[in-house]
């Protein structure tokens, strides 16, 4: 049998076919999900539905995670059509390309409140709206994605930084209150990747250069590896598991100097 026979799951965050969220989305359905797929504005509704086809995805939705009402919608629409929802992945993250360069100290109240708004209080909102259609199911399941910037300091990572430090608490403060109904929650801290959301760090392929000479596999890891790793946290290979950060990273987050 496969590792997610009969599992409904919701994926936010296919940007195109090089997103983390997309190889999560192959995974899942190569293991027997049903797949649903949500998309933020009309641009990437045209390039999420094409991907969603390929995978049979039926249901594709609009989702501006800023918007409570489009939350509350989009997991209404997907729990009622499904039935029910098993797991959540959440691969949401974004802050002004301006906050994202210099000095840490230029960061604006603005810029501040959008990154910890979208790609952290986002988490939360998804989880609340997901949650009376994860009770009772068998081994339900929440992840989201990070990275190794919200624990040490990056060069132009920024208040993105400071953002994935805050998701990182709330994987934690949300597996305690969710444990008793049997819902798990984790967070993968994914190494660098080109991916779109990447391309808006300033000094990514100096970075990626670094990790990839000092990680102790001397490499750096791909979307499918990442995607890999979230097939064992949200099946029944990782029901012992909740509250982690869990790193993918080719152990380059165990080095010193």
Not at 88 to 94: D, I, K, Q
Not at 164 to 187: D, F, H, S, T
Not at 226 to 248: M, P, Q
């Amino acid at each position: 049998m496969s590792l997610l026979s009969g599992k409904k799951a919701v994926i936010l965050g296919v940007a195109n076919d090089k997103s983390i969220a997309w190889a999560i989305a192959q995974a899942f359905k190569r293991e027997g999900a049903e797949i649903a797929l949500t998309y933020a504005g009309e641009a990437f509704e045209k390039r999420v539905k094409p991907l969603a086809e390929t995978i049979d995805a039926k249901l594709v939705v609009p989702c501006d995670v800023t918007k409570d009402s489009d939350i509350d919608a989009a997991f209404k629409q997907i729990g009622e059509s499904f039935g029910g929802i098993d797991i959540l992945v959440h691969s949401v993250a974004f802050a002004n390309k301006d906050e994202l360069k210099g000095s840490f100290l230029d960061t604006t109240r603005e810029g501040f409140a959008m990154a910890l708004d979208i790609s952290a209080y986002s988490f939360i909102a998804c989880l609340k709206a997901a949650h009376p259609f994860m009770q009772n199911r068998s081994n339900p399941s929440a992840l989201t994605m990070t990275y190794y910037g919200g624990q040490k300091v990056f060069p132009n990572y920024n208040i993105m930084g400071v953002a994935k430090a805050a998701l990182e608490m709330n994987v934690r403060y949300l597996a305690e209150a969710l444990g008793q109904e049997g819902i798990r929650v984790n967070g993968i801290s994914a190494g660098p990747i080109k991916t779109l959301a990447a391309a808006g760090v300033g000094g990514f392929n100096q970075i990626a250069g670094i990790v990839q000479e000092k990680a102790p596999m001397r490499k750096n890891i791909s979307q499918e590896d990442v995607a890999n790793a979230a097939l064992y946290l949200c099946s029944d290979l990782g029901k012992g598991v909740t509250g982690e950060i869990h790193f993918v990273d080719n152990g380059y987050n165990i080095i010193g100097l």
